[in-house]
């Protein structure tokens, strides 16, 4: 079965100081791998997805991953936070099933704290 | 632009109620989803409908069912609530799979008392 993992339950950064949120991966094949943020009180909204290609993802709000296939990382970064980017993240990597259906199976979520 | 709606956003059982968490997209989504929010145990997936007339079990089905009602509404039915039911249900839709962006609701926070 494809998993993520995320080691770091929260992570604390100052406000423009740059921020990296940790997500290692286990799979057989080639990954599918996304980020969603989830804000106070709200559901999840999409941030970016690594499929093929560059190592370097860009996605919504200035965030970017970078995908890392000997260290099966795909981590998420800012070069600049802001307090406002203080929120839930989860990890997720697509799953096939027997029918050929894909869906996603979400890491534990890491907390970003972004002091002023 | 109402995207994915969810009702209700709070609700309070006894256990051994039932209850009904209604969905609804309006972005013509062939595919949507029923997840569960714990602490410490991020998402998991309860039931899926990967396009209308049919629904499929995800990690974590037993005591709910779902209904595909038609292509836009999706609804998830707790027959007999346990207190370990409590916890904050988001449903999600997508163009197909979840190889696309895939859009959430607001969630519903449902206490199992």
């Known amino acids: 079965a494809q998993s993520v993992a995320q080691p770091e339950d929260q992570v604390n950064v100052a406000e423009g100081n740059p921020l990296t949120v940790k997500c290692t991966y286990s799979v057989s094949g080639n990954p599918y791998l996304f980020w969603y943020v989830q804000y106070p009180n709200r559901g999840l909204q999409f941030l970016l997805k690594?499929?093929?290609?560059?190592?370097l993802v860009k996605g919504s709000y200035g965030f970017e991953a970078e995908f890392n296939k000997s260290q099966t990382s795909f981590h998420l970064k800012k070069p600049s936070a802001l307090v406002s980017d203080s929120a839930l993240y989860f990890c997720a990597v697509r799953e096939v099933t027997s029918t050929g259906f894909q869906k996603l199976v979400f890491g534990t979520g890491t907390r970003l704290l972004v002091s002023p | 632009n109402a995207g994915v709606t969810q009702t209700p956003k709070f609700q309070v059982l006894k256990t051994g109620q039932s209850m009904t968490l209604q969905c609804a997209q309006d972005?013509?989504?062939?595919?949507m989803y029923w997840y569960r929010q714990d602490p410490g145990m991020g998402l998991r997936l309860i039931y899926y409908?990967?396009?209308?007339?049919?629904?499929d079990k995800g990690e974590v089905p037993n005591g709910y069912n779902v209904s595909r009602l038609n292509k836009r509404e999706f609804s998830l039915r707790l027959e007999s609530a346990a207190p370990s039911q409590t916890s904050v249900y988001f449903c999600a839709s997508s163009a197909w799979g979840m190889n696309t962006e895939a859009f959430f609701g607001q969630g519903t926070r449902l206490t199992v008392v």
């Open positions: 690594y499929i093929t290609g560059d190592n």
């Open positions: 409908s990967a396009s209308e007339g049919t629904t």
């Open positions: 972005m013509n989504h062939n595919s």
